[in-house]
């Protein structure tokens, strides 16, 4: 298997933040329906919002370089139905 682009990288940490966020929540949810403290719980999600904003940041960065370059670099972009294509 080839190693990965920084994009698929940068791809799969958004993917990665976005099931720990869920995951997450779900244990706040589960939490308050017990009646116990969902305080801890709330605090760490709020790191995984935060690290998972800022890996969305990161790869939307890459992206808009990758448009910039041109079509050579686009190929995993183009693929991305929230992209325009030029």
Not at 18 to 30: D, L, R
Not at 34 to 62: I, M, P
Request: hydrophobic share 35%; charged share 30%.
């Amino acid at each position: 298997m080839p190693p990965q682009t920084t994009r698929e990288n940068a791809e799969r940490y958004v993917r990665e933040g976005e099931e720990y966020v869920a995951g997450q929540k779900a244990i706040v949810a589960g939490l308050k329906t017990l009646g116990r403290s969902t305080r801890e719980a709330r605090a760490l999600l709020v790191l995984f919002e935060d690290s998972l904003a800022g890996h969305k940041r990161n790869l939307d960065a890459l992206n808009e370089k990758a448009w910039e370059e041109g079509p050579a670099s686009n190929a995993s972009v183009a693929s991305d139905p929230k992209r325009p294509l030029t």
